[in-house]
């Protein structure tokens, strides 16, 4: 059985497999005036982990910087990514082994919840986007992010 640290990664293997699937026009596309581009959800993604993290484990968020809008590539938003994974998914286990989440007072079951929640909700954003923008993504990909038992 996962732990709930090994799932939040399980998670971050699905946000990484979108981003992969993703061309450079695709992670261009805004979707509509002031709106992030898909690339910068992706970097949300990875920033709102580092604020976390300097709320819940501030000595894990110092190797780590947030990413400007309309900044990044392809490759760096995945470095960010696992590493900024890499360092929440660990807060989260050390959590759940002391019973309590620094800076989150319903715990870290439910802090798992919430994070998990937000980056779907963004990963839905995207693939949405992907769709209205007439760039949809291939219909393998779509379905094989549901498949959490093949990750």
Excluded: C
Aim: aromatic share 6%.
């Amino acid at each position: 059985m996962l732990s709930l640290a090994e799932t939040f990664l399980l998670n971050n293997r699905v946000n990484l497999m979108l981003l992969e699937a993703m061309t450079d026009e695709q992670l261009a596309h805004i979707p509509f005036p002031r709106a992030r581009s898909i690339a910068d959800q992706f970097a949300h993604l990875h920033n709102v982990r580092i604020m976390w993290l300097e709320v819940t484990a501030k000595d894990r968020a110092k190797g780590l910087k947030k990413i400007e809008k309309g900044r990044a590539t392809k490759a760096e938003l995945r470095k960010a990514l696992e590493a900024s994974a890499e360092e929440l998914a660990a807060v989260i286990g050390e959590s759940m082994e002391a019973g309590k989440m620094r800076g989150y007072k319903r715990g870290p079951l439910a802090f798992s919840g919430y994070i998990l929640a937000h980056e779907g909700h963004h990963r839905g954003e995207i693939i949405v986007h992907m769709k209205h923008g007439k760039m949809p993504l291939h219909r393998d990909l779509t379905y094989a992010i549901w498949e959490w038992d093949k990750l």
